[in-house]
């Protein structure tokens, strides 16, 4: 019995010398920076140049590529590496004690950092779900409707998003990086027909097997669900929030297992749409607990630097791209917090709310662990509708709530192209949400006013004409006195369709029902978007 707990008792001493763990190795400086200065293009498209030279950001050494000379040292080495960040200037490999220090007398390496921050494991009391911020229990269905924007109306009028279709903008031209799990039926789907038949697929990669099949169908169908949401369409049935916008389509989580690495994913998923020129990033992903315990955080390490993935998402933000992350789905759970990378303060948090305008009770909780007021604002996130494969169908989780609430920004960026910098965007969101300049820990400022946020921006980038509606509620006749000749209005009903169309100041409503609708007003080439009541 001696031998044999002597051979354990050895056996195990081994196993321990020899742990391994991931760690990120910091090189000192970047040799060939100057050839990317010389040419840029050798590593961003013009499309991101334009982007910077748009906003007045420039260019800096973290743009440039890692040395690659030093990436083969590390390998020299014996490591493997496979992920690498040239925005952290480094790469994660897997080392023992005696490796990490072997690495960090390099002359080339500026330090090492582990992404161990539980040494001894265990689990925690504080629990998180897989998918911290997807939630597939379903609520009550609401009543379907077969009307234009059919079942997904509810959820874009709460955010008061319809105004800026029917004004024409719904995201045409505006890049977003839908960064996820996998992308099934994506590619084959009536619910992405119209999406791939305009060609607005224009990238696709997954970051945690290193291939572009995103497509197949053994892949997580949750980044599908989250696009659906945004772009999405079945006619009479599902609109999308932003259903002309462009995609890109990057996997980074791998839905099997929960590793540190996701972390790394995602960043270089977020360079990849940094590279293309993107403009939104939708990110429906959180991390505070691992498979691994020796890697879990605490809400104390939601501080909005602490983890990788909150720093890759806070440089993303500083190269002007809108961030949007969920909140996550723990607010009934003892660990009841946001998680990385909601926790940055750079990103847009997004927080989920019913139909009735309340918190949905498993939306996480903020503030961050530095007392950054998080989420920033809320959009639906119970029974929210989304597109996928050839039907809609309905969902809950803050996952839900974040691809709406991009969709919206996509068509605000194209509304207004020239606001800059991207913080009087992220500001003006909250400024126009329901409870500024209040909030609350799981709300944020309150629900997302689109429309009110397009007027509040309205400057130089809108031409906007100077317009009054009378009487307003109206029975018979709506008058409209403007500046200028009027040369169309047009009067959209509650479901988003299209029924009058006129090209003089009064307008007779007598036979419309009574309700809510829009009313566009064109002279020349400007033009209103409001809204009036049909007594």
Not at 122 to 136: I, L, P, T, V
Not at 184 to 204: C, E, L, Q, W
Not at 237 to 251: E, K
Not at 522 to 529: A, M, N, P, S
Request: hydrophobic share 35%; charged share 20%; glycine share 8%.
């Amino acid at each position: 019995m001696r031998k044999i707990f002597t051979i354990l008792s050895v056996g195990f001493s081994l196993v321990i010398n020899a742990q391994t763990e991931l760690v990120f190795v910091f090189f000192k400086d970047k040799p060939n920076k100057a050839s990317f200065y010389a040419n840029p293009l050798s590593e961003l498209t013009q499309k991101s140049l334009d982007r910077r030279t748009n906003l007045g950001i420039t260019l800096i050494d973290q743009d440039a590529p890692i040395e690659s000379s030093y990436i083969q040292n590390v390998k020299d080495l014996g490591f493997t590496v496979t992920d690498y960040s040239k925005w952290l200037n480094g790469v994660a490999v897997n080392a023992t004690t005696e490796q990490i220090q072997t690495l960090s007398q390099q002359s080339y390496v500026d330090h090492v950092e582990s992404f161990v921050k539980n040494p001894n494991g265990g689990k925690r009391n504080e629990k998180m779900n897989k998918f911290d911020a997807f939630d597939s229990e379903n609520a009550n269905r609401d009543a379907l409707t077969t009307f234009n924007y059919g079942n997904s109306l509810s959820q874009i009028n709460q955010i008061n998003l319809r105004p800026l279709h029917v004004a024409g903008y719904t995201g045409t031209g505006v890049s977003i990086a839908v960064i996820d799990t996998g992308f099934p039926y994506v590619n084959t789907g009536s619910a992405f027909k119209r999406m791939r038949d305009n060609g607005h697929i224009k990238a696709t990669y997954n970051f945690v097997n290193k291939t572009s099949s995103v497509y197949t169908t053994s892949l997580n169908s949750h980044g599908a669900m989250c696009l659906g949401i945004i772009g999405g369409y079945i006619d009479g049935t599902f609109v999308g929030a932003a259903p002309d916008a462009y995609f890109y389509l990057y996997a980074s989580e791998d839905a099997a297992n929960e590793i540190p690495e996701e972390q790394l994913y995602w960043i270089e998923a977020a360079e990849e749409a940094d590279r293309q020129g993107v403009d939104v990033i939708s990110t429906s992903l959180g991390y505070s607990e691992f498979d691994d315990s020796r890697y879990d955080y605490t809400y104390d390490d939601m501080n909005g630097t602490t983890t990788f993935i909150s720093r890759g998402a806070q440089i993303a933000s500083e190269k002007g791209i809108l961030v949007l992350i969920a909140a996550g789905n723990e607010g009934q759970k003892a660990w009841h917090y946001i998680s990385a990378p909601a926790d940055n303060a750079s990103v847009f948090t997004i927080g989920a709310v019913n139909s009735a305008g309340s918190s949905s009770g498993f939306s996480s909780f903020g503030p961050n662990s530095a007392g950054v007021v998080k989420p920033d604002a809320s959009a639906r996130g119970t029974s929210t509708y989304y597109a996928y494969n050839n039907s809609s169908d309905y969902g809950n989780g803050t996952s839900f709530a974040t691809p709406l609430a991009a969709g919206g920004v996509a068509c605000l960026l194209q509304s207004v192209p020239n606001t800059k910098p991207r913080e009087i965007i992220k500001q003006s969101l909250r400024q126009s949400s329901s409870l500024y300049p209040n909030y609350t820990d799981q709300m944020g400022y309150g629900i997302l006013n689109f429309y009110e946020n397009y007027q509040m921006l309205a400057t130089n980038d809108i031409k906007k004409i100077d317009v009054k509606i009378y009487p307003n509620p109206a029975k018979d006749m709506i008058n409209i006195l403007a500046k200028k000749l009027v040369t169309s209005v047009e009067i959209y009903d509650y479901l988003g369709k299209l029924i009058k169309t006129e090209n003089t100041n009064k307008i007779n409503v007598s036979q419309l029902a009574k309700g809510n609708y829009l009313i566009k007003i064109k002279t020349g080439d400007q033009e209103i978007v409001e809204k009036f009541i049909k007594e």
